[in-house]
């Protein structure tokens, strides 16, 4: 654990004469060495413009599918195709939600849970808002905590062209069942649009096991820089007619990648990634040894948090003003 904390100079800080806790896990994690050394590197060394013929830019198109590719191995996703990037999950999915909208018709209904964090319920009233569209919202179940499944498996309809759901909750916790979700979603015709960014620091994500047709997170939530990663069925993303600049690709992924991303904030948020899989120890330098390394570092980051957890459960416990 020191060795671990021995990478986070944040944990040196010091205010008032007393070491600093950081209390704010929701609104984001701090930064190992690691990352910025990544993000330094790259503005120092090799801050180019994509796709051109000169070091620097193949450079920076070599570390860009690199991080695509680092990002396959975190979502399990099928290859680095399916990964994007954007200024963050809201506004990639604002992005998606206009360009997804733009193809549905007067009256089709967009599903939305009362779980869910705003980033993924305000884009997609504004763009039923823009199109015509109905947005209807799955209530909490009896227990105030989960989502009510039986209501959303009777909201669901021919009309249903989109799920869109928490992984896991911001607010309380909850870890839903999105395999479930998304497989009465799938039966009605409907896409699944998964917001990871509060689960994905605590559970491996596995795009294939869940079953959705697109997944978004951030990696400041793990350790990462400000950046939002998207992953998406290519097929899904050629089919959409994505506002873009001429003469900007057309092809997925960089289609969804609207102007010039921040370079030096993809390298860091892959760099966060391979800082991840480093937990349970030293791991190799190629994107496909990441997946396995990833398994036995939330594996072990499990085991090391489970009797943390406890203790502070069983101390806000003992505490008569504390109700739990």
């Known amino acids: 654990m020191e060795s671990l904390r021995a990478q986070f100079p944040a944990l040196r800080r010091v205010h008032n004469g007393h070491p600093v806790a950081y209390f704010d896990g929701p609104g984001g994690t701090q930064v190992p060495s690691a990352v910025v050394d990544a993000i330094g590197d790259y503005l120092l060394h090799h801050n180019a413009n994509t796709h051109w013929v000169y070091p620097s830019s193949q450079e920076t198109d070599a570390l860009l599918l690199d991080a695509r590719q680092v990002y396959a191995a975190f979502f399990n996703a099928p290859g680095p195709e399916w990964v994007s990037f954007g200024q963050n999950m809201t506004t990639i999915t604002f992005h ?3 360009a997804l909208a733009r193809q549905w018709g007067t009256g089709d209904e967009i599903v939305v849970t009362e779980l869910d964090h705003h980033g993924n319920v305000d884009p997609w009233r ?7 569209l109905t947005v209807r919202t799955v209530p909490l179940a009896d227990d105030g905590m989960s989502i009510d499944m039986d209501a959303l498996a009777a909201m669901l309809s021919p009309r249903t062209r989109l799920l869109a759901i928490g992984a896991a909750s911001n607010a309380i916790g909850t870890v839903s069942d999105v395999a479930a979700a998304a ?3 799938t039966a009605a015709g409907a896409l699944v649009f998964v917001d990871a960014v509060h689960y994905a620091p605590h559970e491996l994500v596995d795009v294939q096991a869940l079953g959705c047709d697109m997944l978004a997170c951030s990696s400041y939530k793990f350790y990462g820089p400000h950046q939002g990663i998207l992953c998406a069925r290519p097929d899904l993303i050629a089919s959409l007619r994505l506002p873009k600049l ?3 690709p057309d092809r997925p992924p960089d289609s969804l990648e609207t102007g ?3 370079h030096e904030g993809i390298v860091g948020a892959a760099a966060a990634v391979r800082f991840l899989a480093s937990v349970a120890g030293a791991i190799g330098a190629e994107a496909r040894a990441l997946r396995p ?3 036995a570092s939330y594996a072990r980051s499990h085991a090391d948090a489970a009797p943390l957890v406890q203790q502070l459960w069983d101390g806000l416990g003992g505490i008569a003003v504390v109700k739990r």
């Open 246 to 248: 001429r003469p900007a």
């Open 96 to 98: 998606l939600a206009r």
């Open 126 to 132: 504004h763009a039923a808002e823009d199109f015509g």
């Open 260 to 262: 010039t991303q921040s």
């Open 293 to 295: 390394a990833l398994v």
């Open 183 to 185: 497989r009465l979603a």
